[in-house]
């Protein structure tokens, strides 16, 4: 069974403090003579308030008295980075100490500051760190290779296989020769009323021909069309049509289908399409 994070870094802390304990004890006596326990837990004691009680097996202590006595001891043979380091590993030995979630990245974090700790010590349970940290790497692998395997299902649900007997939409649309070669414009596609009006659109909105040529009038926009007609013809037509579709809708098109149509120079019949409305 799978261990979790959690357990995971609580066997971190325990290679911690079994690689740390040789260099306290021994930096520390040579620091403070051989009662240096004996002034670490009174000077904790001292600064907290409360009954300390010395575990030098305990990751916690062990820390605690590395960076309360840094410049006297590990300081001698270590550098500032280290000592940061020290200060990451008390916060991440708290976060266990309360049960907080840890994610597999800060799984990894914990197990790569732990290895580099006992690195500089040269502490042989960096090795055994090594091992937990490759465990991680491969189960974050694991973790992405499932969620790019969900991803690819997914996608190919919603543009997969013909379902029911339809062939897929891929295999029905084809895309407009400018489209398909690379030619067309990005500007091209947000159609403005106004630049029409001024006749200063592309030849895709401008050209009233072109336009209908390259617009499927849908059910809906066929009776808007329609409706139009007939109000500037017979005056029985809607007065008043509210336009309400999302972003993207169709609405300017549909303006502009108008005001094409609207043209007293063009008659409707020239436009392609405009028939069947």
Do not use: C
């Not at 055994?128 to 649900?157: F, W």
């Not at 400018?178 to 050209?207: H, K, M, N, P, T």
């Amino acid at each position: 069974m799978t261990a979790s994070n959690l357990e995971r870094v609580g066997r971190a802390l325990q290679l911690l403090a079994a690689g740390l304990r040789p260099v306290v004890e021994r930096t520390f006596e040579k620091a403070y003579g051989q009662d240096w326990l004996d002034r670490v837990v009174a000077d904790k004691e001292q600064a907290t308030r409360r009954a300390v009680t010395p575990n030098l097996d305990d990751p916690a202590f062990l820390l605690d008295a590395v960076w309360r006595n840094w410049n006297e001891t590990l300081g001698l043979i270590l550098g500032p980075t280290e000592r940061t380091y020290v200060n990451e590993l008390r916060g991440i030995r708290n976060r266990w100490a309360h049960h907080e979630a840890f994610s597999l990245d800060d799984t990894y974090r914990a197990f790569d500051t732990a290895q580099r700790v006992l690195t500089a010590v040269s502490a042989p349970q960096a090795g055994e760190l090594e091992r937990l940290k490759q465990d991680v790497l491969r189960e974050r692998y694991e973790v992405e290779a499932r969620r790019t395997a969900r991803r690819v299902a997914a996608e190919q649900t919603v543009v997969g296989p013909s379902v029911g007997g339809l062939p897929a939409w891929r295999e029905v649309i084809e895309p407009h020769p400018d489209v398909a070669a690379g030619r067309y414009q990005q500007a091209e596609f947000a159609a403005d009323l106004d630049q029409v009006r001024r006749g200063a659109a592309s030849a895709e909105y401008q050209d009233p021909v072109e336009f209908f040529r390259r617009t499927y009038l849908t059910e809906g926009l066929r009776r808007l069309l329609a409706s139009a007609l007939r109000r500037l013809g017979a005056g029985d037509g809607d007065p008043v049509i509210e336009l309400q579709t999302t972003f993207g809708g169709g609405k300017t098109h549909s303006m502009i289908a108008l005001y094409h149509l609207a043209d007293p120079e063009r008659r409707p019949a020239e436009l392609p399409g405009s028939k069947r409305s």
